[in-house]
């Protein structure tokens, strides 16, 4: 008895730890949003997204929208090979892997004036997921599903010698 408690117990904090390891932010906030006027670049430096983590666009869909890109219609301000387009006002974009991400406006000539940004998704120190090639989808299983799954045969481990 006291031994399932203990597994239930080691769950939980596992639970709890690959909770509070994905973060979602809000590209831009607090001081814009998805924007004409907010430096990406800046905004980026004062971030690290790993694996797991989650980013939002929110802005007005009759004004924006989001395009995904490779890094060749990033540096061209071109969504012509997209690969994939958000128009909600409030998407939610996993990183569900390592590697860079890239993403524009596609009305004319906002991406020519900054509306774009590039994303770097590292490693994290708590659910390093595997690092598979840079071309994940927003469909991918999350890191964290395996983690959970490792961190969970270690609490029962851990149990069994109690
Ligand atoms: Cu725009």
């Known amino acids: 008895m006291a031994m399932a408690a203990a597994v239930l117990l080691a769950v939980a904090a596992v639970v709890m730890v690959e909770v509070a390891a994905a973060a979602t932010y809000t590209v831009g ?20 997204f ?8 929110t802005y ?10 490779t890094e060749a219609g ?6 012509a090979n997209n690969i994939s387009a958000f128009r909600t006002g409030n998407d939610v974009v996993a990183l569900a892997a390592v590697g860079t991400r890239y993403f524009l406006c596609g009305l004319t000539g906002h ?23 840079a071309s994940s989808t927003t469909t991918a299983a999350s890191p964290a599903v395996s983690g959970f799954g490792s961190g969970l045969l270690v609490a029962v481990v851990t149990a069994a010698f109690w």
């Open 111 to 133: 991406c020519g004036n900054g509306m774009k940004i590039r994303v770097d998704v590292v490693a994290g120190g708590t659910a390093p997921g595997p690092a598979p090639a």
């Open 60 to 69: 007005s869909p009759e004004l924006h929208d989001v395009v995904e890109v």
């Open 29 to 48: 906030a607090p001081a814009g949003l998805w924007d004409m006027q907010t430096d990406y670049a800046e905004w980026v430096k004062t971030k690290t």
């Open 74 to 79: 990033y540096d061209a301000c071109s969504s």
């Open 50 to 57: 790993h694996p797991g983590d989650n980013i939002t666009f």
